[in-house]
């Protein structure tokens, strides 16, 4: 059959696919009865305290891409079609995905279940309301947020400065409206007063600890953690001095679950926690991807944006936190991205440039230098595009050989599994050596100095240059002693430095550091560079617009 | 076994009970299988759209209450309790429920699950998450609400005027510091600022359309009559021309579905919708009413707060718009609250007290000669508490008798559907006569007499006075045509009259509305009278403060 590639829709691929009763895929993994809870016919939650533990834990393949553009690289696609191939040669493997946000869905068409032919089921299911685990995120921090606000109308006996709250609400909408409001107006009765603003659900520090916590005690003592102002004297508050983080666990008990799926080609696939990868780490929960590595012999996952941001964070915070370390990556590029990264328009991405293409090779460079520098050898998976011309598929391969650079055309997309065989014969030879991973910093340095590490080895900078704000913060965060905890830098996806427009690989640059928050729960300081945005807005014509429900109950306009 | 009812608590009961499978229930009551969505092991969704209609629909028993007080009367508990009786005569039976709302659930100890052994299970998880409806509700409530501050940040092509926004946004939280909020701030990139506030979700315009749909296609268009507020020309704005009603419908799918579980003695129990029943209607979804008269011979069913509220709106709004009627009603008493109706303070309940007691029964009286307005004849539940004496039930009992009113003392609380025979059986004596029911207005009445009707012959009251604000808008309401529907009164649930504090059966009063709100996609006119909250605080001690969970992930501190 031939497929034409321009006009299938990702819905329509994924309706027609044929899918396996859940417990059919779980009974395959061995997943014993009682630790599937199923969620309608094709979804069901894991319970992990209930899957045995292996002694040859599976390994962790990571799948990460060349600094993102309007073209789209298909991270999500490629690790979809990884995992099908890997299946497809005989592997027993399991592929370990973030969740969507349902916000953006509502905003702007594309979703985060793969396309084409390699996609995760049922599509519009996982892109809507999952099974409640941002929705119970969304609802354990608003829940502390009303606390909260409670206890200071109620007398503040913890003599909270309503100034000093940095706990923000959240919700799972593109809202700009909610970025900066003024609450508690309207009376005695009606709370205190003072500024505040929603981030979107993804970007709560709830979100992180989820996916970062071990199990569900973890999970307890990380919420117990969580600083959400400081007091008039200027000392932090904690969830375990405000004592809900009993109340918190209890809202989170069922979402610290992992989520069971199943690709178009029946591959298991784990989909589990979704943290922003600028504001957060940006990776699924190491539970989810430790209790693949206990179901099958290799593991594939994704982290969110080019290897400058998710990849690093995997790197140094989910590994670190999770004890568990990537034994192969990928690298995801397309032509057309590495066009864009070499200068062309975006409208302009139909017409042959080899010129603009091997121009921006460099930013593809640039993330196999850093995915060396942490001890591995990368593969490049070169994913095909329709507009893509023989000459500049060519131009690629070759540059990549004559660096010994290993790469595979990947065709997923288009032929599932079948297309992604090449790159999975790679990356199985990169399982079979020995790892030498090793992260570029130590916890133990001082923010400054992880800081300036992550700037000079990750994003290929000069030095990184600390606003007197940001300089304050560290002097206080070194005084209660918050230190010694790995970095979770925020900056745009879009550059490797923190000028969005900077693309390819710049050098010589300087980033600025404006300002250090810590995240005890989550067990990070982020570092905000350039403009941050935690709550998005939606576009002039919403996707919503275009959304639908045909008379047999299935999606419309859904992507 | 004796039962320490002083001791017990509903979670340790719930937590001992044994469930069956829930595909257990659903083959019982004859459910084909791929009408059912199993969540978790004890918990589905049912397509209605997959059961077979009958030709002789089930009988409704509708369950409601004398005015309630801080005493408690135990309406779901009987409402459970008498479903497990019916079973145990041999009817065939459905219980169908309001869900409950969460965020009440983190503040005052107290369920909406039944209590003791007429329970529904499993308990923590229906007061919890249930199955996402009212998470789904509060996104597609919010959705609406992006789009519209979108909408005018984008250019307001339809000339929407932010200063007569109706559109609220909503959380199922009880979070009084966002009753009265200014959103849009921060500047041009960050929307249009204006005044706002947010509502709990069960307040929620879109909770009582899902549940007065009779299906998909019914729910969007109810959701393309939404009435979001005006423009500047003060013509009203609908959801329709903001061209969303599709996307929303999408998000309410699933939620839409009702939901099958089962109460402690494995009687099948849809539990599906909650709509506030002072801004709202108070009733269950449509949807699970009907779909249990498919299903089962008996559907016993409840109505919000005392028989002035949930009642009037049953027979006034649930029954007309989806073509049902109740075939019997109980009218649930406790001694207790009777004593509180007569004047006893709470904190003195447990002395025996028959004057009182006697003094209050004429709170009962008014709620039967209403329902006997109705056309039918009630039958009183005696929900027997501990502390009741001999004496007082005894006068409870003769008063009743002497009136020639069928009453029941039910210890289901204690005994389960044992303890609700006697009461199962006059119920269904009355199951056995033809129905009389007719509605106390017609829709055509103006908006003046359908108020006056209620207030004469529901609540007892002299006359009813409209504030010249809600004359205006009755007028305007009139003008656009909208006045041809139900009334939804607002009204405090703790008097007959507007207020509270006004216990027993008032005369001679007047009751004052002084707001008149359309609600195009729900079908009725909400009038308000006193002071209506629709986002609850949270008390000086939360319950969340109690909350935890244990090393088995089950909770503890939940009632």
């Known amino acids: 059959m031939k497929v034409n590639v321009e006009t299938l829709s990702d819905l329509s691929i994924a309706k027609n696919a044929k899918m396996q009763p859940i417990r059919k895929i779980s009974d395959e993994l061995g997943i014993p009865e009682d630790a599937v809870e199923q969620y309608g016919h094709y979804k069901a939650k894991i319970d992990p305290t209930k899957i045995a533990v292996k002694t040859n834990l599976g390994k962790v393949v990571l799948v990460t891409a060349i600094s993102p553009t309007a073209a789209g690289e298909g991270k999500s696609t490629v690790t979809v079609g990884l995992a099908d191939a890997m299946k497809k040669i005989g592997q027993s493997v399991v592929v370990a995905l973030r969740e969507p946000s349902l916000g953006p869905v509502m905003g702007v068409k594309g979703g985060a279940t793969g396309g084409g032919f390699a996609q995760v089921l049922p599509m519009e299911e996982i892109n809507l309301h999952f099974n409640g685990d941002l929705h119970a995120i969304t609802t354990a921090n608003n829940a502390l947020a009303a606390i909260i606000d409670n206890h200071i109308h109620q007398g503040n006996e913890l003599q909270i400065d309503p100034r000093r709250i940095i706990w923000k609400r959240v919700l799972d909408m593109n809202d700009r409206a909610l970025r900066h409001i003024t609450i508690g107006l309207g009376g005695p009765t009606q709370g205190i007063p003072r500024e505040d603003g929603f981030d979107i659900t993804v970007a709560s520090e709830i979100m992180a600890i989820l996916c970062l916590a071990k199990d569900l005690s973890d999970l307890k003592e990380r919420l117990a953690q969580i600083v959400i102002g400081y007091t008039y004297a200027k000392e932090p508050v904690t969830v375990r001095a405000l004592g809900v983080e009993g109340a918190l666990t209890l809202l989170l008990k069922e979402a610290l679950k992992p989520n069971l799926v199943q690709t178009i080609e029946g591959t298991p696939a784990l989909i589990h926690g979704g943290p922003f990868a600028n504001i957060a780490h940006g990776c699924n929960s190491i539970i989810a991807t430790k209790t693949a590595m206990n179901l099958a012999d290799v593991v594939v996952t994704e982290a969110g944006f080019g290897a400058d941001l998710g990849a690093e964070k995997f790197m140094h915070i989910k590994s670190r936190q999770g004890d568990l370390s990537p034994d192969a990556v990928v690298i995801v590029a397309t032509i057309r991205a590495l066009k864009m990264q ?218």
Request: net charge negative; hydrophobic share 40%; aromatic share 6%.
């Open 342 to 559: 070499g200068g062309k328009q975006k409208d302009l991405l139909k017409e042959e440039d080899v010129t603009a293409l091997l121009k921006g090779t460099n930013n593809l460079e640039k993330h196999i230098d850093t995915i060396r520098a942490f001890g591995i050898e990368p593969v490049v998976a070169l994913n095909k595009f329709f507009t893509d011309t023989t000459a500049e598929l060519n131009a690629l391969l070759s540059w990549c050989e004559e660096r010994s650079i290993a790469i595979a055309l990947t065709e997923v997309w288009e032929k599932g599994g079948a297309g992604g065989v090449e790159l999975a014969k790679l990356v199985l030879n990169e399982l079979e050596k020995p790892s030498n991973f090793a992260p570029l910093y130590s916890v133990s340095d001082t923010i400054e100095q992880k800081v300036r590490t992550i700037v000079q080895q990750v994003y290929g900078g000069k030095d990184v240059v600390f606003t007197d704000a940001a300089k304050k913060q560290i002097d206080q965060i070194t005084a209660y002693g918050w230190d010694a905890l790995p970095i979770c830098m925020a900056k745009t996806q879009y550059s490797l430095s923190d000028q969005p427009k900077l693309l390819g690989r710049p050098t010589d640059f300087t980033i600025t550091v404006r300002e250090v928050i810590p995240k005890l729960g989550a067990g990070f300081l982020v570092c905000l560079t350039g403009d941050i945005m935690t709550m998005p807005g939606l576009p002039k014509k919403p996707a919503a617009l275009n959304m639908d429900v045909s008379e047999d109950g299935s999606a419309i306009g859904l992507f």
